[in-house]
């Protein structure tokens, strides 16, 4: 609720934007959402988000490969943070001035949490 709200910037890629919407496609029937609200949300994020062009790859990298794609995003938008639950597969991001923080830490920093 708080990504269009100004307390920090949203950065998207289309590798990372298609990724989202598989995985979120692939659990439409845990999520109690339709095919059509998963898109509405892509869009929304794409429209609020800041687009960046990917020139370059570190692959592989990370633990997993998959997530190189954000390691490369984050760096291209010069960003503080990855946000996410998966911080062990991040391990090396912090090579790049990038601190891996889970949703609730992350939070915290902007303040939003106690």
């Known amino acids: 609720m708080l990504v269009d709200s100004g307390r920090f910037v949203v950065n998207v890629s289309v590798p990372l934007v298609l990724e989202y919407e598989d995985a979120a496609k692939r659990f439409l029937d845990q999520i109690h959402l ?57 391990e090396g991001a912090e090579g790049f001035g990038i601190r891996v923080v889970t949703p609730r830490a992350f939070l915290r920093e902007i303040g939003e949490l106690a």
């Open 34 to 90: 339709s095919e059509r609200d998963v898109g509405d949300i892509i869009d929304y994020v794409c429209a609020v988000a800041r687009q960046r062009a990917i020139f370059y790859l570190w692959r592989p990298l990370l633990r997993d490969p998959k997530d190189d794609m954000v390691l490369e995003l984050a760096v291209s938008a010069d960003c503080e943070f990855i946000v996410t639950y998966n911080q062990r597969d991040f």
